[in-house]
């Protein structure tokens, strides 16, 4: 995607250096300012800090942590500790989990002294499927929107958080099915949900913004009446876990609207690679929802009058505040889950036919 017209990605290499440079998504949408990592602590604060964030993008991060540490020290105790750090970070996308078990698989066939350059490798390889996954994403997705455009000759989409590319590498999850519809040529529009308590929309309205997709940012509250309206065609949004059920895990409020959108008669679609879908997780209730401070409830960041970067105190410091980051949408609120591979009902028998390897018989 782009960024004043120029090509971009959310994490990339640095020549002739172990290091990454990835966009610091705290200072967005305000400013746009890229960090430098170039160790594993580098990583693991990126990550914990959320100047990287999103599901498939923490995954991606933490697979360059582990190739970060081991270009420091390349011995099985570098490894195994990277490990643990990165696991550490952040509980719910099971993208991080998934990336560090592949890189734990890969460099296990891999003789020690040369596990440096293959971690590398494997974490570049992973960025890379994670382009191609999500524009396969934006194709499967563009099939499901099209019927939906021809009805009324536009289309108007409603998104949670942030699925779109900022929280990828490319692309996006959620949002790649809009950018394709948008490219198509259908005339799409986007409600985008303010996402409190981190106001993850206000990502989502700078990267559409950036492409020139056109948006309306609502107030979270404001999602029920838009769709009792009838002013949404189906409501897209990405996932941080989505369990062998096919329960979803996503960003706190996505369940409300799942609530709202069944009521209203109207599409509720989940996108998200292979890496957010956990076999091994049985249900939503296994899933672990992370809770993050309560001042993220009670201080907001922002600019002043002259762009200069504050906070604001709603709350005083002793106000009792619980923040838990995540909400399951149980499987049956869910029309269809879309991945890289094509889209399917939420069931386990649908995942299980666009991934039949998973099938343990
Ligand atoms: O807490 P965040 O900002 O990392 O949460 C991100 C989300 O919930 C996204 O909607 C989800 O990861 C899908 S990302 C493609």
Redesign the pocket.
């Known amino acids: 995607m782009k960024i004043n017209n120029i090509p971009t990605r959310t994490i990339r290499p640095v020549a002739e250096t172990r290091a990454v440079d990835v966009i610091d998504q705290t200072a967005l949408p305000h400013a746009y300012r890229t960090q430098r990592l170039s160790s594993l602590e580098d990583a693991a604060h990126a990550i914990r800090s959320?100047q990287v964030?999103?599901?498939?993008?923490?995954g991606v991060t933490a697979a360059y942590g582990v190739a970060l540490a081991l270009a420091r020290k390349d011995d099985e105790g570098t490894l195994s500790a990277a490990i643990a750090t990165l696991a550490a970070t952040?509980p719910?996308?099971v993208?991080l989990r998934w990336a560090l078990a592949r890189m734990q698989s890969h460099l296990a066939a891999v003789p020690v002294g040369a596990r440096a350059n293959a971690a590398w490798q494997e974490a570049s390889a992973i960025a890379e499927e994670d382009v191609d996954q999500c524009r396969r994403i934006g194709d499967h997705g563009l099939d499901l929107l099209r019927p939906l455009a021809a009805r009324r000759g536009r289309l108007d989409l409603m998104t949670?958080?942030?699925?779109?590319w900022l929280?990828?590498v490319d692309f996006?999850?959620?949002l790649a099915p809009i950018y394709a519809a948008f490219d198509a040529g259908i005339d799409v529009r986007v409600w985008v949900s303010e996402?409190r308590p981190?106001n993850?929309g206000l990502?989502t309205a700078w990267e559409l913004k950036q492409h020139g997709v056109p948006h309306t940012l609502i107030a979270d509250n404001a999602t029920g009446l838009l769709l009792s309206r009838g002013e949404v065609d189906a409501v897209i949004?990405?996932?941080?876990r989505i369990a062998a059920n096919a329960d979803v895990a996503?960003?706190v409020g996505?369940y409300l609207k799942a609530l709202a959108a069944r009521e209203a008669g109207v599409p509720f679609y989940v996108?998200?690679p292979r890496s957010?879908i956990d076999f091994t997780c049985p249900d939503g209730n296994a899933i672990p929802i992370?809770e993050?401070s309560g001042d993220e409830l009670r201080v907001i960041p922002g600019v002043d009058n002259s762009g200069h970067p504050g906070a604001i105190r709603q709350f005083p410091a002793d106000e009792a505040v619980a923040n838990p980051?995540?909400d399951v949408t149980p499987a049956r609120l869910v029309s269809t889950i879309i991945t890289e591979r094509g889209s399917c009902p939420a069931t386990p028998d649908g995942l299980l036919k666009l991934y039949p390897e998973e099938s343990h018989a």
Do not use: S
């Open positions: 959320m964030r999103g599901a498939p993008l923490i952040r719910t996308a993208n949670h958080c942030n699925a779109g929280a990828t996006g999850t959620a996402t981190r993850q990502l949004v990405g996932a941080d996503n960003k996505t996108a998200a957010t992370e993050r980051a995540f």
